[in-house]
């Protein structure tokens, strides 16, 4: 028998506020595209289940959209034959009893099997069980549960949550909860695992299939996709859904970099073929802030319209700023006005009040230093 075991898809997740062309969230419709790539390349290899570890959705209460893309790819799956076996995980588990569960939706499908009940269930699928238990309402009832599971001779245990020997991956998400290396069993057939994103085997029969996407830059590095099993041989494959469209570049230290430096460090990273529909974020240590202060910010800014989502991230050498660079008060209105005059370039200040705002906010630095002048004298 072999099935496909994936996780995690999140659907509903979106960020980084970069909008399409019709104002919704790109990295939203990336995971509704991937998932749906992901049931194309399913029903191609028509396995002989699918399992699903967990974190179906990115929320308890998903909107109309997540649920509908769901229901399409559950219905495509049915269409092909091919039985599915789900159970919730921490994202899409109500976490009290008096809160229903999305997947109360989709019960009663025809070779749909889904635990949501923060119980261990069982179902037989083929000339296999598969022994499910979903996301528990307390750490402690995961160990309770797998007590309930009587052994068949041919069995695949499913699960969600971290397991101890990954605890330094712990991602703190909500209701993350921590397994217990001992319900790793060697007599199982094959453990499918659920939350943690990347491809990872934790025991000889125990994988995690990781997520499809990219959620954040700390999984740039990761292998996505789904794993083929044999659950004769206990042999799994990775099947890739998509390629990896997020770079995290290694920090660059920009010490004593002039401005000028630094601005074409970030230029030889940033050609448009290279960063085209991908994630780009540039990260660059012990940067001189007045230095890329003197950058052209809009010119910073536009560099990335290519990509669906870029950052630069930086990091200040601070304290060489204020040895080398010591704040005058007197001057502290000619600061605050290039201060301005930067966020002026850069589009965020509103183009109808951006003379005011400068004017405005200088005189009132002045002023400031004024009376903190006078406040001195009187006080001599």
Same mark, same amino acid.
């Given at each position: &028998?072999?099935?496909?075991?994936?996780?995690?898809?999140?659907?509903?997740?979106?960020?980084?506020?970069?909008?399409?062309?019709?104002?919704?969230?790109?990295?939203?419709?990336?995971?509704?595209? /991937?998932?749906?790539?992901?049931?194309?390349?399913?029903?191609?290899?028509?396995?002989?289940? #699918?399992?699903?570890?967990?974190?179906?959705?990115?929320?308890?209460?998903?909107?109309?959209?997540? *649920?509908?893309?769901?229901?399409?790819?559950?219905?495509?799956? #049915?269409?092909?034959?091919?039985?599915?076996?789900?159970?919730? /995980?921490?994202?899409?588990?109500?976490?009290? !009893?008096?809160?229903?569960?999305? !997947?109360? *939706?989709?019960?009663?499908?025809?070779?749909?099997?889904?635990?949501? $009940?923060?119980?261990?269930?069982?179902?037989?699928?083929?000339?296999?069980?598969?022994?499910?238990?979903?996301?528990?309402?307390?750490?402690?009832?995961?160990?309770?549960?797998? /007590?309930?599971?009587?052994?068949?001779? %041919?069995?695949?245990?499913?699960?969600?949550? &971290?397991?101890?020997?990954?605890?330094?991956?712990?991602?703190?998400?909500?209701?993350?909860?921590?397994?217990?290396?001992?319900?790793?069993?060697?007599? !199982?057939?094959?453990?499918?695992?659920?939350?943690?994103?990347?491809?990872?085997?934790?025991?000889?029969?125990?994988?995690?299939?990781?997520?499809?996407?990219?959620?954040?830059?700390?999984?740039?590095?990761?292998?996505?996709?789904?794993?083929?099993?044999?659950?004769?041989?206990?042999?799994?494959?990775?099947?890739? #859904?998509?390629?990896?469209?997020?770079?995290?570049?290694?920090?660059?230290?920009?010490?004593? &970099?002039?401005?000028?430096?630094?601005?074409?460090?970030?230029?030889?990273?940033?050609?448009?073929?290279?960063?085209?529909?991908?994630?780009? %974020?540039?990260?660059?240590?012990?940067?001189?802030?007045?230095?890329?202060?003197?950058?052209?910010?809009?010119?910073?800014?536009?560099?990335?319209?290519?990509?669906?989502?870029?950052?630069?991230?930086?990091?200040?050498?601070?304290?060489?700023?204020?040895?080398? $660079?010591?704040?005058? $008060?007197?001057?502290?209105?000619?600061?605050?006005?290039? !201060?301005?005059?930067? %966020? %002026?370039?850069?589009?965020?200040?509103?183009?109808?009040?951006?003379?005011?705002?400068?004017?405005?906010?200088?005189?009132?630095?002045?002023?400031?230093?004024?009376? $903190?002048?006078?406040?001195?004298?009187?006080?001599?």
């Amino acid at each position: &028998m072999k099935i496909i075991h994936l996780a995690d898809s999140h659907l509903g997740f979106s960020s980084y506020s970069r909008l399409d062309e019709h104002g919704q969230n790109r990295i939203e419709e990336m995971v509704y595209s /991937g998932f749906e790539k992901a049931i194309e390349q399913i029903i191609r290899a028509h396995p002989d289940a #699918v399992v699903h570890a967990g974190d179906v959705f990115h929320h308890v209460r998903p909107k109309i959209k997540p *649920l509908f893309i769901f229901q399409r790819g559950l219905q495509r799956l #049915v269409e092909a034959a091919i039985p599915v076996i789900i159970i919730s /995980g921490n994202h899409d588990a109500p976490k009290s !009893f008096n809160q229903t569960s999305p !997947f109360r *939706l989709f019960e009663g499908l025809r070779d749909v099997h889904i635990a949501q $009940r923060y119980s261990y269930e069982r179902f037989e699928v083929g000339d296999h069980c598969f022994h499910c238990i979903p996301f528990c309402l307390e750490p402690q009832d995961y160990l309770t549960e797998f /007590g309930e599971i009587k052994r068949s001779g %041919r069995d695949v245990l499913v699960m969600h949550g &971290m397991v101890e020997s990954l605890k330094n991956q712990k991602m703190r998400s909500v209701g993350e909860h921590e397994l217990n290396d001992s319900l790793l069993k060697s007599d !199982f057939d094959y453990i499918a695992l659920g939350h943690y994103h990347g491809q990872a085997q934790v025991a000889a029969n125990a994988y995690y299939s990781g997520s499809v996407e990219y959620f954040n830059f700390g999984e740039a590095r990761d292998v996505k996709g789904m794993l083929l099993v044999d659950l004769e041989t206990g042999k799994a494959s990775n099947v890739p #859904v998509k390629p990896n469209y997020m770079i995290d570049h290694p920090p660059i230290d920009c010490s004593g &970099m002039r401005s000028d430096e630094i601005a074409e460090i970030i230029m030889d990273m940033c050609h448009e073929d290279e960063i085209s529909d991908r994630m780009v %974020r540039i990260n660059l240590k012990n940067v001189n802030r007045v230095a890329y202060r003197s950058i052209d910010q809009g010119k910073l800014n536009r560099l990335g319209g290519a990509a669906i989502y870029f950052k630069i991230r930086l990091d200040f050498c601070d304290e060489e700023d204020r040895i080398e $660079r010591p704040v005058d $008060r007197r001057m502290l209105h000619v600061d605050f006005a290039g !201060f301005l005059g930067e %966020r %002026r370039s850069a589009n965020l200040i509103p183009e109808t009040i951006k003379d005011e705002v400068v004017s405005y906010g200088t005189v009132v630095m002045k002023m400031a230093v004024l009376a $903190r002048q006078k406040e001195t004298t009187d006080a001599s």
